[in-house]
Each structure stands twice: as C-alpha cells, then as structure tokens.
C-alpha cells in the first residue's frame, strides 16, 4: 500500500502540474476565448501596485524555484521527505507557485510594441509555439519522467534500484547546453504585440533563466567535472554557433 501511495502521489503531482503548465502557454498565448483570464486580461489596477505585485510574484516564484533545487536544501530538505517523493514534492511546490502567479497576475495593458505586418505577425506567432515544442521536446531527450519524478516513484514500486543520471549530449543538447531554456526564451519572446505586463513577465522570467543557469551549471560541473568542462568548451549555453 505504500508503494501504491507513493506512486498515486508522483501521478497526481505530475498531472497537476502538467495540467498548470498547459494552461500557462495558453494564458501567456493571451487566448481569452479559453481562459477566464490571461496575462493581458482582466481589470486593471494602479500601475505602480500592479507592476510591484507582478515583480513579487515572479520572485517568489524563482526563489521557490531555486532554493529547494540546491543541493544544501535538499540535504536538510530529504531529513523529512523520502527520496521516492522528494522530485514529486518539488513538482508540486513549483506548481503551487506557478498557479499563485497566475491567479494574481495584473494586466498592464499599455502596449510596448505591436507588429502590424503579417508575415511578421504569423512568424512571431509560430515562433511562440516552436518554443514550447523545443522545450518538451527537450525533457525527452534527457529523462522526463525522471525530471518530473515519476521515474523515482516507479523504481520504489517496482523495488529497483534508481541509477543515478549519466551524463549525455543527445538531440538538441549536441548543439546547445540549455536547450530547455532556450524554449522558454524562444516562446516568452515571440509575441506579436507585446504589452507592459508581459514584458514585465518576459523580462522577469528571462532574469530568473540567466540566475538559474549559471547556479545549475556549477553544480553539473562538481558532479561531473572535466566532462562538464569540455562540454562547456564545445558546445554553446543557448545559441547555436555562438561561443
């Protein structure tokens, strides 16, 4: 039964957030047709309180984000929650202040640009989508339910023993280093017309990417090493070609 328990746990987190993750392309997308409410809709309030309240939200969702993925928290942090739930807890931490993001989120309607061309507008829209494919794409090509947690609950079910993860360069990681983050970029940025408040949640998010990288990169090079060092000689951290 516990076994089970653990497992029924590791689903439920990961379909919750899937299901959060789903409705934030779409809110980003602006589809009000949809959603009760996206990054442009709803009534707007003051502007000097809406942009504080949207900078508070991103930050406490990028400290949540970041401190319970280091290496120290999870030490204090796995005293308490088994390793079979620990990535399954994570999940759902994260998924918790995703939806407290959405959910308050203000509207800053004031437009910062606006493509009218449309060829223009159709690439920036395609662009959109292209970034999120890239971004799941990427998650299969190292270990998806594994970065999810599920691979951790099974193994428990199962009784088998979790190897720890290999370093590998397939798919899109043989020619950048982030290629998860570059998805995020790419979507966050394609937006025919872009308003003060999702520039607000772009730039905030964009931010979040450049700290979040830097930390998770000294952690792959201390766990491993010079193949991490040499990879980081070849091969680029988001963009193709560029050194």
Known sequence: ????????????????????????????????ELLPKTVNSGD????????????????????????????SFKKWWTQYVAWPVERSTYVLFSTFALILLL????PINEPVWEVNATWVSLILSWGFWLGWLVLFLSTYMIDHFRLFGLRQAWSYWKGEELQPPKFMEPGFYKYVRHPLMLGFLIAFWSVPRMTVGQLIFSAGMTTYIFIGVYFEEKAMLRRFGEKYEDYRERVPKFFPGLK
């Open 1 to 32: 039964m516990k076994r089970f328990l653990v497992l029924l746990y590791a689903v439920i987190a990961y379909l919750l957030f899937f299901a959060t993750f789903l409705y934030m392309i779409l809110f980003l997308g602006n589809y009000s």
């Open 44 to 71: 707007e309030i003051a502007l000097m309180p809406a942009v504080l309240i949207n900078l508070g939200l991103i930050a406490l969702f990028g400290l949540q984000h970041s401190i319970m993925a280091r290496k």
């Open 103 to 106: 959910w308050l989120w203000q």
